[in-house]
């Protein structure tokens, strides 16, 4: 199969007579919560309904379909957070092909399970490594080895296309309305969704400015494109958003990037939890971080989107039910309404009774209290977590527990010891 670097439009139209008779044509949705909140006309592009709630399906069925009889016959391999894992799995299992998956140590008990259910006989899982790039480094060694095909998630011009499509989607479907979006919204983790949309995006709405979206604790892209103009590796990610946590992007998604790309956006990764239970309990739409990222980032654009048309795309709704509790605890952080102190408590009756009175407002609350020492003393070693009623009156707790215990230690600040002790 000859090797392609350069992508167009017409590569997407190609991809998307490949692949629309087994990729589902997701909804465009007018979200009335968000227009009324940004004051603007707020499109969503619904990918987490895709048959396997990503719209990765549609780079990886591309790029497997374009491979010669003799490629498909000696099996396919990837490395994957879990969505592109899915989408390979869902088209091994459709084509009856062989697939070895190589996943994260660290992907979320459900993305396992859904790259099992999709892939059933035709798929081996193997879990390796702590992040995305140690898990490929891992796969690329299996299929030199086996000589078998690797199925880039983002680095290939196939699966680029194919993610391209959902793109050659929201236009059709805008024309129907005769609708002109002025802004488009898309995550980037290793880049092939946004080199895909961007491309079709700039042959066919040009008047439409794309905004790439990454986590602060991952951004790639943003860091190699603007800062460096070179390809960089991230020394440490944060993988929280583990469906855009790349520590290095590709070699194709850099130099597409760098022409279809107008602003990047870098959102942290709590006022992305606050985006997914925002989402999930005002619309009932269950997104996965890296789904949420493209909403999260309209608040970094208030003043430019006032007015204006805008898409976002909801890339994936793989969401472990399990995470909940932590996303809920990040977004309270990120909120600055919940706090943690560890200082020395009175051990006597009515102690903590004094605490409340003299420390915490009437709407307050205490979360957590544990003693991390015991002595004989008078005192003990506790670790306390409270929640704010309203996060302005963080100084006065702050000055309250300073009078109180003035050694104490705010834990909220020290990522070490949150990592510890929380």
Known sequence: MTVKTTISSKDIDEAYLQIKDTVKETPLQKDHYLSLKYDCNVYLKREDLQWVRSF??????????ALNKEDRETGITCASAGNHAQGVAYTANKLHLD??????????????????????????????????????????????????????????IYTIAGQGTLAK?????SKEENIQFDYLFAAIGGGGLISGVGTYFK????????????????????????????IVTLPDIDKFVDGAS???????????????VDDYVQVHEGAVCSTILDMYSKQAIIAEPAGALSITALDNYKAEIKGQTVVCVVSGGNNDINRMKEIEERSLIFEEMKHYF???????????????????????????????KKSSQNTGTVIIGIQLNNHKDLNNLKKNVNEFDASNIYINENKMLYSLLI
Not at 56 to 65: D, H
């Open 342 to 372: 560890i200082l020395n408590f009175p051990q006597r009756p009515g102690a903590l009774r004094e605490f409340v009175n003299d420390v915490l407002g009437p709407k307050d609350d205490i979360t957590k209290f544990e003693y991390l």
């Open 99 to 156: 697939a070895v998956i190589f996943m994260p140590v660290t992907t979320p008990l459900q993305k396992i399970n859904q790259v099992k259910f999709f892939g059933g006989k035709n798929v081996e899982v193997i879990l390796t490594g702590d992040t995305f790039d140690d898990c490929l480094k891992e796969a690329l060694v299996y299929t030199e080895d086996n000589k078998m095909n690797f199925i880039d998630p983002f680095n290939n």
């Open 169 to 173: 989607e929201i236009i059709d479907q």
């Open 203 to 230: 042959e066919n709405s040009p008047q439409t400015s794309i905004v790439g979206v990454e986590p602060a604790g991952a951004s790639s892209m943003y860091k190699s494109v603007v800062l460096e103009n070179q």
């Open 246 to 260: 790349v520590a290095r992007v590709g070699q194709i998604t850099f130099d597409i990037a760098k022409k279809v």
């Open 56 to 65: 990765k399906l549609r780079g990886a069925y591309n790029a497997i379909v």
